[in-house]
């Protein structure tokens, strides 16, 4: 294999080139991404970011990295269509042959087609954490469209700045697409008692300069408006070039789209989970890079291996971080420890653990998850303690 593309400059799609090199791959090798400069990290641009300004720390690797390793980095160059039949990449007047293409385009911010939607602020590049960082440097009246991670930590650090704060959420609780009622309650409870204003099962129906209407017809007014209502999966390439999509770019347990010169990884593909064998999309920095290391072994050694890691996710919001651990459900029940590690299951088997500033339970969860299923009835056996199993 002489030439491998990476679409993609993001966290997984620079861990693929890392990796490629790390197993010993000596061919041509591309990164192609969207926008100009170095690669960086996203995760910071909602919480340290905001704060710091420091944009230098957030650099996945300097630029000497790339000329040490012979990474050909193509950066402020978008893709415009893949030629299957030719393993081509054509992007603007140029075209980049490969033996084998890795799809790691990410995601993009969720519009939702109410009016005014284009006032408000992004929260998902450099440029819009610059934008947001300049818009906080004065008091502001901020309303945040999503009790997400993204809003919720957004809104933390806003309130620790000074700045008075609305968080309007369509559904009934926070973050209801990833953790328990009862967490969400918990988080509910932090950002009320830091001052932040909560609209639940409100959804914002109209946004204007000064301000946005809610479905109840309550008005906020605001002078900074942050639309944080989820994101959707870059899949328009691989759908032109023919590949199967399905909330993401359909993969099998190897990460091999049905064309087998063409990988996909992290937010942008669909798997199948480990577990429950349906197709899952995680957003997650964890899976990318861990999907970009197995993609590069699979290339380089010829390894077999199926994705089957632990998901893992986290957040840092004010002074608490919750981390998960497993894939859950909504309609996963609950078992709440006494110190608040949050035990999801689903049937007879737990499938996550949600903990607040512990980080010892969470590896825990993390270390005993990957070796085999944990059970409702032998964790209660144990006293909801993992470290007794």
């Known amino acids: 294999?002489?030439?491998?593309?990476?679409?993609?400059?993001?966290?997984?799609?620079?861990?693929?080139?890392?990796?490629?090199?790390?197993?010993?791959?000596?061919?041509?090798?591309?990164?192609?991404?969207?926008?100009?400069?170095?690669?960086?990290?996203?995760?910071p641009l909602s919480k340290a970011f905001l704060k710091s300004g420091d944009a230098d720390a957030l650099r996945l690797r300097p630029a000497a990295f790339y000329e040490k390793n012979n990474i050909d980095l193509v950066d402020g160059t978008r893709v415009e269509w893949i030629d299957r039949a030719n393993r081509v990449v054509h992007a603007g007047a140029s075209a980049f042959g490969y033996d084998h293409l890795i799809l790691a385009t990410g995601t993009r911010n969720l519009r939702p087609p109410i009016p005014g939607a284009e006032l408000a602020l992004d929260l998902r590049t450099l440029e819009d954490a610059v934008r947001l960082r300049a818009a906080?440097?004065?008091?502001?009246?901020?309303?945040?469209?999503?009790?997400?991670?993204?809003?919720?930590?957004?809104?933390?650090?806003?309130?620790?700045?000074?700045?008075?704060?609305?968080?309007?959420?369509?559904?009934?609780?926070?973050?209801?697409?990833?953790?328990?009622?009862?967490?969400?309650?918990?988080f509910l409870a932090l950002h009320e008692a830091m001052g932040t204003s909560v609209r639940l099962a409100d959804p914002a129906?109209?946004?204007?300069?000064?301000?946005?209407?809610?479905?109840?017809g309550d008005r906020i007014e605001a002078d900074l408006i942050l639309m944080a209502a989820g994101v959707v999966p870059n899949t328009e390439l691989a759908q032109g070039a023919g590949l199967a999509v399905e909330n993401g770019v359909v993969v099998d347990c190897r990460l091999v789209t049905e064309d087998p010169a063409i990988s996909a990884l992290g937010d942008c593909c669909a798997f199948p989970d480990p577990v429950t064998d349906r197709l899952v999309r995680l957003e997650s920095v964890q899976a990318a890079t861990d999907h970009a290391r197995l993609i590069a072994r699979r290339l380089v050694r010829g390894e077999r291996a199926s994705y089957a890691a632990v998901p893992w996710f986290w957040s840092d919001q004010s002074d608490h971080k919750l981390q998960i651990a497993g894939l859950s459900s909504a309609a996963d029940g609950a078992i709440v420890r006494g110190d608040g590690a949050t035990f999801r299951?689903?049937?007879?088997?737990?499938?996550?653990?949600?903990?607040?500033?512990?980080?010892?339970?969470?590896?825990?969860?993390?270390?005993?998850?990957?070796?085999?299923?944990?059970?409702?009835?032998?964790l209660e056996a144990a006293g909801l303690d993992l470290g007794a199993l």
Not at 8 to 27: D, F, K, N, P
Not at 148 to 173: N, Q
Not at 369 to 377: E, N, W
């Open 345 to 378: 299951f689903c049937g007879e088997r737990i499938s996550a653990v949600e903990t607040v500033n512990d980080a010892k339970t969470h590896m825990q969860a993390r270390k005993r998850l990957a070796i085999s299923p944990i059970f409702v009835r032998d």
């Open 205 to 216: 129906v109209a946004i204007s300069e000064d301000g946005i209407m809610l479905a109840g």
């Open 1 to 43: 294999m002489e030439r491998i593309v990476v679409i993609g400059s993001g966290q997984g799609g620079v861990q693929a080139a890392i990796s490629l090199r790390q197993e010993g791959y000596t061919g041509k090798l591309t990164v192609i991404g969207a926008e100009s400069g170095l690669p960086y990290q996203r995760p």
């Open 136 to 186: 906080l440097a004065a008091p502001r009246r901020c309303a945040v469209i999503g009790g997400g991670f993204i809003g919720l930590e957004f809104a933390a650090v806003a309130r620790s700045l000074g700045h008075a704060v609305t968080v309007a959420e369509a559904a009934p609780r926070l973050m209801a697409r990833v953790v328990s009622p009862e967490m969400s309650a918990r």
